[in-house]
């Protein structure tokens, strides 16, 4: 089955605590992505990455970090100095322009 | 950088009348436009999407058409269904940056 998997769908994190959110694909894209999206809003980019071992901030990076070891996964980690992290989180790969994505996490704070 | 802006923000249509969602972009380099659906809880879909040296394509009952002098763009469904509520999503994308700008979205309720 080819696609975006994102784990786990729901993820709650006590203040001060790193935590990291998993992406993994299987359709041998070069690009991967992180969005957040609030209630009833559009989708912001995080972070991005055009080929292993490389990767750039997008317009909300304050507060994330990525890795991007390996072509088939993309981790994004929501640090202790992101001060409002509950959000749905989507990942995503492309290949000419057109994204897919996963299923998304959903992030809640307790 | 680019910037898209979307509208209506939400819009109630009857089944089976049609439904309208208008983009507009800023960049002039922008090449490509792609619409998404998202359903709740889920990420969102590539439904259809148009190169900038086509000005109309089609796909059963979905449509989008493109004015790159006026650079806008609108999708539009007929013969609207249940089952086409969701979240819609417009977005531009300059093939030389690579980085995909998405519109505020616009949520679709098809009223049986």
């Known amino acids: 089955d080819g696609g975006i998997t994102q784990s786990p769908k729901y993820l709650f994190r006590k203040e001060g605590q790193n935590v990291t959110l998993s992406c993994e694909q299987n359709?041998?894209?070069?690009?991967m992505y992180w969005y957040r999206q609030d209630p009833g809003q559009g989708l912001r980019l995080i972070y991005y990455?055009?080929?292993?071992?490389?990767?750039q901030k997008g317009d909300i990076a304050e507060g994330y970090s990525v890795s991007r070891e390996k072509k088939e996964s993309f981790p994004l980690t929501v640090t202790s100095a992101q001060k409002n992290p509950t959000a749905f989180y989507l990942c995503?790969?492309?290949?000419?322009?057109?994204?897919?994505f996963g299923s998304g996490t959903q992030l809640s704070v307790l | 950088g680019e910037n898209v802006e979307q509208h209506p923000s939400t819009l109630s249509v009857q089944e089976g009348d049609s439904a309208v969602i208008k983009c507009t972009y800023s960049?002039?380099?922008?090449?490509?436009f792609p619409w998404y659906k998202q359903e709740l809880g889920k990420g969102p879909q590539l439904i259809i999407d148009?190169?900038?040296?086509?000005g109309e394509k089609k796909d059963q009952r979905i449509a989008v058409t493109l004015n790159k002098t006026a650079k806008h763009f609108s999708l539009h469904i007929t013969e609207t269904q249940p089952e086409d509520s969701a979240v819609y999503f417009c977005?531009?994308?300059?093939?030389?940056?690579?980085?995909?700008?998405f519109g505020t979205g616009t949520r679709l309720t098809i009223i049986p």
């Open positions: 977005a531009a994308i300059d093939f030389g940056n690579e980085k995909l700008t």
């Open positions: 148009i190169r900038s040296n086509v």
């Open positions: 995503a790969s492309s290949i000419a322009g057109k994204l897919f």
């Open positions: 960049d002039s380099a922008s090449n490509y």
């Open positions: 359709l041998n894209h070069d690009a």
């Open positions: 990455s055009q080929i292993v071992n490389d990767f």
